[in-house]
């Protein structure tokens, strides 16, 4: 259990609802999905970065809302790939979320 999950089983237990939310509270998506890149990782070979921006969401699969984010992003990305690269990726070997932050 991470950090974030343990704080928010502790926060379900501190105002007494612990049937509000399964793992992670519910929170509204907001990202671009044309946010993203790939690169070559030593030891995952090609590797999908997923820029979830200002989304409140907790970047964890396991959450319903950022399994269908990332599942419609792939297959964007996949697309893009074939595009640029002129070959197929049947399957990412490795999906990374993350927040890319600029000034």
Do not use: Q
Request: aromatic share 10%; glycine share 4%; hydrophobic share 35%.
């Amino acid at each position: 259990m991470t950090a974030f999950e343990h704080y928010f089983a502790s926060l379900k237990e501190a105002i007494e609802k612990n049937a509000i939310y399964d793992l992670w509270p519910d929170f509204e998506p907001e990202f671009d999905e044309r946010e993203y890149a790939w690169t070559n990782l030593k030891g995952l070979g090609e590797t999908l970065l997923l820029n979830c921006g200002k989304c409140d969401g907790p970047s964890d699969m396991r959450h319903e809302r950022c399994r269908v984010c990332v599942d419609k992003r792939k297959e964007i990305a996949k697309s893009t790939y074939k595009k640029t690269m002129g070959r197929t990726l049947d399957k990412w070997p490795a999906i990374s979320l993350c927040r890319i932050h600029v000034e």
